[in-house]
């Protein structure tokens, strides 16, 4: 079955890096489009970076990668801000889009806390 495992969170200083992965399996993962998303308290799901690109807010300090040959992508973050603080998303569809509805399978999800 298609499963898709985030890891990397963590708490860091406002300025700081992370690099969060994503492991997947259970499909043909060079075919779907892979989207990062994420989720702060008391807002809706936002697409953060994927195969269309970036939002507005993180463009210049994030960076997504995929490597087809080990079913992994990653989310590189730099000059992390407090306002990058929710529990990001891997998800995977047959659609390339930025809207959450048109992904099909979701990670768990991983906590990224950035302390001013």
């Known amino acids: 079955q298609v499963q898709l495992v985030e890891s990397g969170g963590g708490l860091v200083q406002a300025g700081g890096s992370l690099r969060l992965s994503c492991a997947a399996s259970?499909?043909?993962?060079?075919?779907?489009?892979i989207g990062w998303f994420r989720q702060a308290p008391g807002k809706e799901r936002e697409f953060v970076a994927g195969n269309t690109g970036y939002t507005d807010s993180v463009k210049g300090r994030f960076t997504v990668s995929r490597d087809n040959a080990k079913n992994m992508v990653y989310l590189q973050m730099n000059s992390l801000k407090p306002e990058d603080t929710a529990v990001y998303y891997c998800?995977?569809?047959?659609?390339?889009?930025?809207?959450?509805?048109?992904?099909?399978?979701w990670g768990q999800g991983t906590q990224v806390t950035v302390s001013s």
């Open positions: 259970g499909f043909s993962f060079s075919l779907y489009a």
């Open positions: 998800a995977t569809g047959r659609k390339f889009s930025q809207v959450p509805k048109d992904y099909d399978y």
